[in-house]
């Protein structure tokens, strides 16, 4: 049944869009306005015009924060999605219990804020499991302090988000496996096929669209990463671990420079809706090629 008033139907929508304009759009519009000024978040704000953005720019310690972000996705795109995909291949060929696959979905919904204080127990040079089992299996010249090497600590922390991900992009691939039809398994398999290839060259290639959708998440999700980084090492050691999201919170919130973190902010706004524009150009391509 159609409304007799055109304005009844925004008022449906007006608490909905009153409460996104105040959480989402005030905020964003607020920050880029922050961007443009010298602030410590009381005092009186100065228009600096474009200095906070030439200055991030040209920030060494803002521009390597990048580089370890970039390192921390091109990891947990093995980690997360990789060991995603191959986890979710596994069940369907071996017709996994449902389980095994709570079991690895567990991960997921902890708050990452525990998983950080557990595994900073794992890694822990004096107690840690893994420093632990190393000494166990007689090979003490590979313990570490592992989240206090600049050499591992990156490395430790995309290890922790591939454990807590995979489960989910497993989901993600099971769920659209079993949307291959049975047709075509039974056919390749009458044709010879051995489950590894049948997986590695039918269901695959029949997945691909899902496995775009997970890489992009993969990839935006590593720009927004926080938590992980802030619990086990809080940028360090050295900045080893600095990422863009807890340089800007330090910026903000320790120096009290809310005109430059704000700088900082929208220059990785910018770059994450770049990320995700450049893939649905290239999905879009893609499918024009088929």
Request: some cysteine; proline content about 4%.
């Amino acid at each position: 049944m159609k409304p007799t008033r055109r304005i009844t139907p925004w008022l449906f929508l007006a608490p909905g869009l009153a409460v996104f304009g105040a959480a989402v759009l005030l905020p964003m519009v607020l920050t880029v306005g922050y961007s443009f000024t010298e602030w410590d978040g009381f005092g009186p704000m100065s228009f600096v015009g474009l200095d906070n953005y030439t200055r991030a720019i040209g920030d060494e310690l803002f521009r390597d924060s990048f580089v370890h972000v970039v390192i921390y996705i091109a990891a947990t795109i093995v980690l997360e999605v990789g060991v995603g995909l191959a986890l979710a291949g596994l069940i369907t060929m071996r017709r996994a219990g449902m389980w095994f696959r709570v079991a690895i979905f567990v991960p997921v919904m902890l708050p990452l804020v525990v998983v950080a204080v557990l595994w900073s127990f794992v890694y822990n040079p004096d107690f840690g499991l893994i420093n632990g089992a190393l000494e166990a299996l007689g090979l003490e010249d590979f313990t570490r302090i592992w989240l206090g090497d600049p050499a591992t600590a990156l490395l430790a922390i995309s290890v922790v988000s591939g454990w807590v991900y995979a489960g989910f992009y497993m989901v993600i691939f099971y769920a659209a496996l079993r949307q291959i039809p049975a047709e075509i398994e039974e056919a390749a398999k009458l044709d010879g096929a051995a489950e590894w290839a049948l997986f590695r060259h039918i269901k695959v290639p029949m997945i691909r669209g899902a496995i775009g959708v997970a890489i992009l998440l993969c990839v935006t999700g590593g720009f927004q990463g926080f938590d992980l980084f802030f619990v086990l090492t809080n940028g360090g050691p050295y900045g080893a671990t600095e990422i863009p999201t807890t340089l800007l919170v330090k910026t903000v919130f320790r120096a009290s420079d809310v005109g430059y973190g704000s700088a900082m902010a929208v220059l990785l706004t910018v770059i994450v809706v770049g990320v995700g524009l450049l893939y649905a150009q290239a999905r879009r391509r893609s499918e024009r090629a088929r």
